[in-house]
């Protein structure tokens, strides 16, 4: 049985879908996120306050649309702590 490699990994760079993008990471964590599309702004918004509930720094990307961000900066929330 011969061993089968995992190949080159990709070097294209991300398509991003049109959509609302935000990027989730453990409390105090160097490596990059997880990034999580909503289709509208509200949605985003109600995934920003789930994801802070439980202790996540959260990243608003912001708005992707043709290809190009539609935001400048993204901006960084602090995790809620709850006693």
């Known amino acids: 049985m011969k061993f089968k490699g995992r190949g080159r990994?990709?070097?294209r760079p991300i398509k991003f879908?049109?959509?609302?993008?935000v990027e989730v990471r453990q409390k105090g964590s160097t490596s990059?996120?997880?990034i999580i599309r909503s289709v509208t702004e509200e949605l985003m918004q109600s995934t920003v306050k789930q994801y802070e509930k439980a202790?996540?720094?959260?990243?608003?990307l912001g708005e992707h649309k043709n290809n190009e961000w539609l935001s400048a900066a993204p901006k960084?929330?602090?995790?809620?702590?709850?006693?």
């Open 32 to 34: 990059k996120g997880v």
């Open 17 to 21: 879908m049109d959509g609302f993008y």
């Open 76 to 83: 960084k929330t602090k995790a809620v702590v709850n006693p």
């Open 9 to 11: 990994p990709a070097t």
């Open 55 to 60: 202790n996540k720094d959260v990243i608003v």
